[in-house]
């Protein structure tokens, strides 16, 4: 491995990024070679000075742009988004709408299920018929009067 080889792989070599094979040849070269070694002197001083200073913080909005250019190039405008998000909206709105639909019919037949059942109207007109038979199994009109028998004052009749 000749010189400018050796000098176009010293910062893999420093960072041990070579392969074995190469890495062992620059190291090779380098023990042999004083101004190779002088060079990769100089490049592992700035690679420490470099290590050593802190890495600079992003600014406040850097991440927002980087996501915001992400997505741009994931997603490129597309030109007829109406056209071609339709389908995708008439099948959602047609589900919505059955769901709906459906749980409707079935709250209704449900309901209609389990209605309890009311018996207030013919046990009032059991009630009327009693006190009518009394009425006339005594003869006479409770208050002192003539007996008087309104069968359509029964509001459930
Ligand atoms: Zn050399």
Redesign the pocket.
């Known amino acids: 491995m000749n010189?400018k080889a050796?000098q176009a792989r010293l910062s893999a070599y420093l960072d041990k990024e070579l392969p074995g094979n190469e890495h062992t040849a620059v190291r090779a070269?380098v023990f042999d070679?004083a101004?190779?070694r002088e060079e990769m002197d100089s490049l592992a001083t700035i690679k420490q000075m470099l290590g050593r200073c802190a890495a600079p913080e992003p600014a406040e909005c850097f991440e927002e742009r980087l996501i915001a250019n992400v997505m741009r190039q994931v997603e490129p405008p597309r030109k007829h988004w109406n056209f071609q998000f339709r389908p995708a909206f008439t099948f959602a709105g047609i589900a919505a709408c059955s769901m709906v639909a459906t749980l409707l019919v079935l709250q209704f037949v449900l309901k209609a299920d389990s209605a309890p059942v009311t018996q207030t109207t013919p046990d009032r007109s059991i009630a009327f018929d009693i006190q009518r038979d009394q009425i006339y199994s005594v003869g006479t009109d409770p208050m002192g009067g003539i007996p008087v028998i309104n069968v359509q004052s029964d509001p459930n009749r």
Do not use: G, T
């Open positions: 010189c050796v070269h070679c101004s190779c």
